[in-house]
């Protein structure tokens, strides 16, 4: 996902990058994981000694330090039932996760010694509000304490001396390296609008303390504490923060902001997911390995000790804090193999990655923005919008191409605004962002599009600026990014808009168009037979794109968006529209099918056929076969909900015809008139710039079958009302949307 490296503002350069800087990886991990419920035979001898090591309670957690490397080590609950083992690490640390609440004792594997009784607590038992008060947190490198006594690393930008303050402070919390003190990215940025910045690595990653694991539970409650604790600063304003991040960072204030942190007013989740395993991990049930699983490979390289380059500089320069907190790093689990030990959604690993899951506790203001396209997170989060049922307000932007356009010129003005309402409260002023707009534009897109800094609030009171903000339509959809009129292809501006004030957007309607014989496409058609094609996943590249991380984003990429070859896939295509269209939210692949093989993997595309031939990319689904259930109280006509749970699994019956959904992910994009829509089903690869998947399919032969008992169909929800401009962009012009010619 999205990282932060250097931005200058005076210099007027920046470089942000996609993956993160690799890490020293000649640690190893020789310690065996915590197991949990072993067999109940260990017992306190009557003349046990007190034990030489540490045991530290926490969030569902005991931490041992101090042990002898290679030491078994046993937890006993009051009764003295034993909950959880390990080997102590080389480091002389041991772990316990997802220990339930209560009073427990750390024993040596034959009694011999134990620890006094060590109190797991859950999230929801909460500090003093003395314990934020007494921290000092002041400008520069520093550290947070959270509730278990963890220090989180942080590095504390202010716009001007902390005699002029208090100021307007927002926070980024990750695991990439938002508190390297030379990574000024986001503070400069957001120092350049007014705002302290506060970068803080989470536990297990820089030069924070603990060990590391994808967003679970003591994440969540570190990141309540850091608001906390940052908001009782005397530089403060009003004693409350905002949140800020893109990608890694925005996925993380979801979670942050589920907490409830009472100094938390506002947040900006952008480039985010709705739910780790369908939108990204396993979209369709397929393994992700062309994003999903190389990034948690780099976060996990990155959670080593020194992992981040900068840390083992900070450490060597003196700062003892940093060095003491990589010795629970050998206690890091190994998430690449877990991700291959469960291709089905489990709740215990699941839910705690979800934010789904958590989304309907948060309480304060969100502006959220996103890709349709985006080619790391995916583009399937505007699925979670239904499931902010608490927040006072939801302000939403979506748009064509790719991970980073919420930081585009047509995306931040809003962002900006929507910040210094509910952060800073005051009549927003956007004359700096041309400041921000050039670097960013050099920087990310390789060119500059012009900024909106227009003060359109301008002369209203703070009260009335709000009250206008909120009366607008909170949902805007920007079309056509990349073929903004007057600028060069791909600039990173979008060419028209649309607000709307509900979504799903109340005028769309579900339009069913059926596949037919002869490749046919049409709502109504008399449809008889099936068209076969081979799954051949070798017949086209695994993806169109194959430049760096970083170079997608730019103006001048280059696609090499190559058809499938002439009988693997069936392709359905239908006649000119007489009218203009707009397809707008997410849709939904309909089919009977059969299969030679038990298993297939399948991937439904939508493409538009331009008058001149020319064919651009809309939008993709995916879908193994043998996940095809649905959960009922989820899916509507438009968007198909899998369980993707292991008990629900079932295998094809070769040759047997066979209803599946697939979920095509939502995106927004006009059909003129005289253009086609094009339906192209087969084996997963090909239509993506960084995905790629581990498909089954190997050669099976797999049939749509389109008959009168069989009416297989893509429904799509289609608006007609809104004001298309007229002329199609240039082909390659729409940015994260390939184009080939004819």
């Not at 005699?163 to 926070?171: E, R």
């Not at 060597?316 to 003491?324: H, N």
């Not at 005051?426 to 041309?434: E, W």
Request: proline share 7%.
């Amino acid at each position: 996902m999205f990282r932060n490296s250097r931005f200058t503002v005076l210099a007027l350069v920046s470089t942000l990058l996609a993956t993160s800087c690799g890490g020293d990886d000649s640690s190893s991990d020789s310690s065996m994981p915590a197991t949990t419920a072993p067999a109940p035979t260990t017992t306190i001898a009557a003349d046990a000694a007190p034990a030489d090591f540490d045991a530290t309670p926490g969030v569902r957690q005991i931490t041992v330090t101090g042990a002898v490397a290679a030491d078994e080590l046993i937890v006993l609950d009051t009764s003295g039932a034993e909950v959880a083992s390990g080997l102590v690490d080389d480091n002389g640390a041991l772990l316990f996760r997802r220990v339930e609440p209560g009073d427990y004792r750390v024993v040596t594997a034959d009694g011999s010694a134990a620890t006094p009784v060590v109190t797991v607590y859950g999230a929801d038992e909460l500090p003093e509000q003395s314990f934020y008060d007494e921290q000092v947190i002041g400008e520069g490198f520093g550290y947070v304490e959270v509730r278990d006594g963890t220090l989180l690393s942080a590095n504390v930008m202010l716009p001007g001396p902390a005699a002029n303050g208090p100021y307007p402070t927002v926070v980024e919390y990750s695991g990439y390296s938002p508190s390297d003190p030379s990574n000024t990215t986001f503070g400069l940025l957001f120092n350049t609008l007014g705002y302290a910045y506060v970068g803080v690595n989470m536990r297990g990653t820089g030069c924070s303390g603990g060990s590391y694991r994808f967003f679970e539970e003591a994440q969540l409650v570190d990141g309540y504490d850091v608001i906390e604790a940052i908001a009782a600063q005397d530089w403060v304003l009003d004693n409350e923060v905002g949140m800020v991040g893109i990608s890694y960072p925005g996925i993380s204030q979801l979670f942050v902001a589920s907490t409830q942190p009472p100094s938390l007013v506002a947040i900006t989740p952008i480039s985010v997911l709705d739910d780790s395993y369908r939108s990204t991990l396993y979209p369709g049930g397929i393994l992700n390995t062309g994003f999903a699983v190389s990034w948690t490979a780099e976060r996990m390289q990155e959670s080593q000790m020194y992992g981040q380059e900068w840390t083992k500089k900070q450490a060597d320069e003196g700062d003892e804090v940093c060095a003491e907190n990589q010795m629970l790093r050998l206690q890091n689990p190994d998430l690449t193999a877990e991700i291959d030990d469960n291709p089905f959604y489990t709740a215990d690993i699941g839910d705690e990655i979800n934010p789904l899951m958590f989304v309907p506790k948060i309480d304060v203001p969100v502006f959220m923005a996103g890709a349709w396209q985006d080619e790391q997170t995916g583009g399937h989060f505007p699925a979670m919008i239904d499931d902010f049922t608490s927040v006072p307000h939801l302000y939403v932007t979506m748009v064509n191409g790719l991970h980073t356009e919420s930081l585009s010129p047509s995306v931040f003005p809003r962002m900006a605004e929507f910040l210094s309402l509910y952060v800073a409260k005051k009549t927003p002023d956007l004359s700096v962002l041309p400041l921000i707009a050039g670097p960013l534009g050099a920087g990310l897109y390789g060119t500059v599009a012009p900024i909106d800094s227009t003060n359109r609030f301008e002369g209203l009171s703070y009260e009335d600026a709000l009250a206008a903000f909120e009366n607008e339509d909170p949902y805007v959809v920007l079309f056509e990014q990349g073929a903004a009129d007057g600028l060069d292809p791909a600039s990173p501006a979008a060419r028209w808009s649309a607000s709307f004030d509900s979504w799903p957007v109340a005028s769309a309607t579900a339009i069913r168009y059926l596949l037919g014989d002869g490749g046919r496409l049409g709502e109504e058609l008399a449809t008889t037979g099936e068209t076969s094609y081979v799954a051949d996943p070798t017949a086209v590249p695994e993806t169109f794109y194959e430049g760096s991380g970083s170079g997608i984003w730019r103006a001048d990429v280059q696609y090499d968006w190559v058809r499938n070859p002439e009988g693997t896939a069936a392709v359905f295509t239908s006649d000119p529209f007489t009218d203009d269209a707009v397809i707008l939210g997410p849709g939904s692949a309909d089919l009977w099918i059969t299969s030679s093989a038990e298993d297939t993997d399948l991937e439904v595309t939508l493409s538009e056929i331009r008058p001149d031939g020319s064919e651009v990319y809309i939008q993709s689904g995916w879908l193994r076969a043998s996940h095809r259930v649905l959960d009922d109280s989820k899916s509507t006509e438009l968007q198909p909900v899998h369980t993707h749970i292991a008990a629900d699994a079932v295998e094809l019956a070769p040759g047997e015809i066979t209803a599946v959904r697939v979920d095509i992910f939502p995106v927004a994009h006009p059909i003129r008139s005289g253009s086609r829509l094009r339906v192209t089903i087969d084996a997963p690869g090909g239509n993506r710039g960084v995905w790629k998947f581990r498909t089954l399919s190997a050669g099976e032969s797999v049939s749509i079958v389109h008959d009168a008992e069989h009416p297989s169909a893509v429904v799509l929800p289609i608006v007609r009302d809104l004001p298309v401009p007229p002329g199609v962009p240039a082909c390659g012009a729409l940015r994260g949307q390939p184009c080939r010619p004819s």
